[in-house]
């Protein structure tokens, strides 16, 4: 059976751009099946040499938006090396320009974008997201706009980045019997908070999956059906105690998903 289709997004900005671009050529594939994953602000050669490795393992391609010409040419010999297709999407357009404009370009990441209180607003909703993540520092419960809960499995990091990109600051936090939630949930307005829950057969074959991609066996307590009715009946405990609002993620994409809260939100 083929394997979604992947194409990794390297950028030294966001990486909006290059996702653009590489969706409108996805568009023409596979009815729109596949998958893309941003890896953004790339300063660094480790950084390159991770994503040609992703590539390599799981039969995927690389598109870059990189001004800097080292990282461009270094991306595109490595991925030369490894047999990996790689699509320089900006070097060839600032080469050309370079030559018609007789002028030198600034090579400066992120210029597309104009410097208002928009797009600060959506970095710094990004960057939010990342600080917040997965209940790494219960402080950012209180500045959130929205938080997040839900046992592991549950697309709370993926929704928290899309949702960032709404301009959103989104802060979520994984449910565990063995671990008492952060008493910051229980002072918020629970309209701020957001249950994600999830039919235990769809999270037993998502985290069967996840194990066989970690090379593990499928049958560790992660993915046991006994563990998994424990962990959602101490979310519904979590929920009721809170009182917030709770989607089904079972069978809904990350997008759609974020769709019911923008519009819980616009309510």
């Known amino acids: 059976m083929k394997t979604e289709p992947i194409v990794y997004v390297l950028s030294d900005s966001v990486g909006e751009t290059a996702e653009l671009v590489i969706k409108a050529g996805l568009s023409q594939f596979n009815n729109g099946d596949y998958k893309i994953q941003r890896i953004p602000y790339v300063e660094d050669k480790v950084t390159v040499d991770e994503t040609i490795q992703l590539a390599k393992e799981r039969n995927g391609i690389i598109g870059f938006t990189l001004v800097d010409p080292k990282l461009r040419n270094y991306v595109n010999e490595q991925a030369k090396k490894f047999d990996i297709e790689a699509i320089d999407i900006m070097g060839p357009m600032i080469s050309a320009m370079e030559r018609a404009f007789e002028n030198t370009p600034r090579l400066e990441a992120g210029l597309v974008h104009k410097l208002d209180e928009d797009y600060f607003k959506r970095v710094e909703a990004i960057e939010f997201a990342v600080k917040y993540d997965d209940g790494r520092d219960s402080r950012g419960i209180a500045r959130a706009d929205i938080i997040l809960i839900g046992v592991s499995r549950t697309s709370k990091t993926p929704?928290?980045?899309?949702?960032?990109?709404?301009?959103?600051?989104?802060?979520?936090?994984?449910?565990?019997?063995?671990?008492?939630?952060?008493?910051?949930?229980?002072?918020?307005?629970?309209?701020?908070?957001?249950?994600?829950?999830?039919?235990?057969?769809?999270?037993?074959?998502?985290?069967?999956?996840?194990?066989?991609?970690?090379?593990?066996?499928?049958?560790?307590?992660?993915?046991?059906?006994?563990?998994?009715?424990?962990?959602?009946?101490?979310?519904?405990?979590?929920?009721?105690?809170?009182?917030?609002?709770?989607?089904?993620?079972?069978?809904?994409?990350?997008?759609?998903?974020?769709?019911?809260?923008?519009?819980?939100?616009?309510?």
């Open 159 to 267: 929704l928290s980045q899309y949702l960032a990109h709404k301009r959103l600051k989104v802060a979520n936090v994984p449910i565990v019997p063995e671990v008492d939630p952060p008493e910051e949930l229980y002072g918020i307005d629970s309209k701020k908070c957001i249950g994600l829950s999830i039919s235990p057969e769809k999270l037993n074959e998502i985290r069967r999956e996840r194990l066989k991609a970690l090379g593990l066996g499928d049958q560790a307590t992660y993915a046991n059906m006994q563990r998994i009715h424990e962990e959602l009946a101490y979310f519904d405990k979590v929920v009721n105690t809170i009182g917030c609002e709770v989607i089904d993620v079972s069978n809904k994409a990350v997008e759609e998903t974020a769709n019911i809260i923008l519009h819980m939100i616009q309510k």
